[in-house]
Structure formats: structure tokens, C-alpha cells
T-cell receptor, first 114, second 113 residues
Framework: DVKVTQSSRYLVKRTGEKVFLECVQD?????MFWYRQDPGLGLRLIYFSYDVKMKEKGDIPEGYSVSREKKERFSLILESASTNQTSMYLC????WGSGRGEQFFGPGTRLTVL | SQQGEEDPQALSIQEGENATMNCSYKTSINNLQWYRQNSGRGLVHLILIRSNEREKHSGRLRVTLDTSKKSSSLLITASRAADTASYFCATDAGGGGADGLTFGKGTHLIIQP
């Protein structure tokens, strides 16, 4: 079974802190994604990556950056956390190739920025 | 940008009844997927239906797709308390999921025992 793990289930940070959210998948998937989920807004794509060192902006990249140095690991970075980044962050991965849109999600990190 | 929109936003039914959720979307798609999310957890993939398919079954799940109306429905038959969750439709407009899925806001389903 595909397993996607995220470094923390719950995280509390202060405004202005630099925050790293880590995601690791064990199925050699090419694609990896970061979403945030907010009540009433559903899931919104922040960034995705289709290969090592490659990254693409999603719908809401402002205030975030990402890093993919190894195929299995995709990190989301909040350079200077703000209270409006309090949210549930979900990482996902999928195989490359047409017709294979199924994504496998991690358990999520609930981030609170005070 | 949000593409899929689920309807209703919330649904409460008795155990054993069937639950139907609908999803509408705006642009052409390669496939449409349904996911389930239990409270405070990650999403779990349920079923994928390709744009050239009209109906698909998986256990107690039945999904239909009408590309002319840009809509899909998810039917859960003989519901159980464990089906209580949020259900999301997601559309794949890119190749192989490389562009990310576009999710709706979800239908919160409550199964009353």
C-alpha cells in the first residue's frame, strides 16, 4: 500500500517564524502536491512537483515555497508564518502518466499560527 | 480555482438508506474522482471515472458521469454509520494528475444509527 507520511499532525507556531512541513511517500511516485484545507473553501492547491527539483505554482502559492531535493520528499516552507496561514495542510502523491489521476494523501498537519 | 461543486453541502439520512451526492464542474476533464475524508484526517480515494465512461461501480458505490451536463453523482447504497464523512469530487483536467486535482467544497454526510 502507498504510504504518505507528514512530519507532524499538529503544529503551533508564532507569527514571523519560519515553518517547515515535511512529506514523504514510499511508492516512488513522480508527482507530489501540497494543499491547504479551510472550512467553506475546500482544498486548494498550493504547489506541486512532477520531478526532483521541479516545482509548479498552484492556485494559492503566495507566502509559501517548496523544496524537492529527493524524489520521496516534498517540503512546504512558510518563510514568515502569518495568522492567515492557520489551516490544515495536506500532502499527496501520484504516479506520472495519462489517466492516472488518483492521488494518495497523508494524514494532514493542522497548523496554528498565533 | 474551484471547479467541482458538490450538492448538497450537508446530508443526514438513516442507516440503511441510500445517499446521493452530486458534483458539477465547469471545464473539460480527463477524469473525475471521488474522495472521502473522515473528520480531521487525510482524504481517501474512492473511485475514478474517465471522461469516456458513463457509470462505474465499486462495492456499494455507484458513480455516474454526464459530460454533456458536466455533472457527476455518487450513490452510496445501504448506508452504514461508518460512511459518516465528508465526500469530495475532484476533477483532473491535466495529463496524469501532474497539474493537481481541482476539488469541490465537499458534502458532509451523516448517517444516523
Amino acid at each position: 500500500d502507498v504510504k504518505v507520511t507528514q512530519s507532524s499532525r499538529y503544529l503551533v507556531k508564532r507569527t514571523g517564524e519560519k515553518v517547515f512541513l515535511e512529506c514523504v511517500q514510499d511508492m516512488d511516485h513522480e508527482n507530489m502536491f501540497w494543499y491547504r484545507q479551510d472550512p467553506g473553501l475546500g482544498l486548494r492547491l498550493i504547489y506541486f512537483s512532477y520531478d526532483v527539483k521541479m516545482k509548479e505554482k498552484g492556485d494559492i502559492p503566495e507566502g509559501y515555497s517548496v523544496s524537492r531535493e529527493k524524489k520521496e520528499r516534498f517540503s512546504l516552507i512558510l518563510e514568515s508564518a502569518s495568522t492567515n496561514q492557520t489551516s490544515m495542510y495536506l500532502c499527496a502523491s501520484s504516479l506520472w502518466g495519462s489517466g492516472r489521476g488518483e492521488q494518495f494523501f497523508g494524514p494532514g498537519t493542522r497548523l496554528t499560527v498565533l | 480555482s474551484q471547479q467541482g461543486e458538490e450538492d448538497p453541502q450537508a446530508l443526514s439520512i438513516q442507516e440503511g438508506e441510500n445517499a446521493t451526492m452530486n458534483c458539477s464542474y465547469k471545464t473539460s476533464i480527463n477524469n473525475l474522482q471521488w474522495y472521502r475524508q473522515n473528520s480531521g484526517r487525510g482524504l481517501v480515494h474512492l473511485i475514478l471515472i474517465r471522461s469516456n465512461e458513463r457509470e462505474k461501480h465499486s462495492g456499494r458505490l455507484r458513480v455516474t458521469l454526464d459530460t454533456s451536463k458536466k455533472s457527476s453523482s455518487l450513490l452510496i447504497t445501504a448506508s452504514r454509520a461508518a460512511d459518516t464523512a465528508s465526500y469530495f469530487c475532484a476533477t483532473d483536467a491535466g495529463g496524469g494528475g501532474a497539474d493537481g486535482l481541482t476539488f469541490g467544497k465537499g458534502t458532509h454526510l451523516i448517517i444516523q444509527p
